[in-house]
């Protein structure tokens, strides 16, 4: 069977259920196409970092951002290594930016990645994908996930309101995200 982004997970494929103050989303995790890119969420979650963070930037019809477990404003965090670490990007041409896919937040440097994600809210936005950024290491975003329930959870805390800085003015936080198997 050929792979498809949007297909459900498979029995035995890894999938996070992230808890939030706004309900439930599940997340296909892509372990076997991009690696350490979606082995570092998973080890994070594991470890519990994610528990209690906040979604610190929202922007309706383009995406909701989280994961800075230290700073919780968009400036801290770190790879599951340990602090000061980070990871290099992962590209599949299988894998794009559409509704619902989940993806590294970095710099615009090579090997940045961190611990911050977002999830993409809105549809028209290929434009982050490595193959329309260019052929540097570190053009482009790394797709490691696709959400596949809980459509209306991103779609709600995608509405919420924000001030000029993209911030929510109430808090929209990560409960907890644990890791499993599909069945």
């Known amino acids: 069977m050929a792979f498809n982004q949007l297909d459900k997970p498979q029995a035995g494929e890894t999938i996070a259920i992230m808890k939030t103050n706004h309900g439930t989303m599940k997340l296909r995790l892509f372990e076997e196409i991009v690696g350490e890119c979606a082995t570092n969420f998973i080890e994070l979650a594991k470890q519990g970092k994610y528990d209690g963070a906040p979604f610190h930037r929202i922007i309706n019809d383009f995406m909701i951002q989280g994961g800075d477990f230290t700073n919780r404003n968009g400036t801290g965090g770190h790879a599951a290594k340990g602090p000061g670490s980070t990871i290099g990007d992962k590209y599949d041409p299988r894998l794009t930016h559409m509704r619902g896919a989940l993806s590294w937040a970095k710099t615009s440097m090579p090997h940045s990645i961190g611990s911050q994600f977002f999830i993409v809210h809105g549809n028209r936005v290929h434009f982050l994908d490595h193959a ?13 996930g696709q959400l596949y329930e809980g459509f209306e959870v991103l779609d709600e805390i995608a509405s919420v309101a924000t001030d000029r800085m ?11 995200v644990t890791i499993e198997k599909a069945v």
């Open 132 to 144: 329309e950024c260019g052929p540097g290491p570190a053009d482009g975003y790394s797709v490691f």
């Open 166 to 176: 993209d911030r929510p003015f109430e808090d929209v936080i990560i409960e907890s």
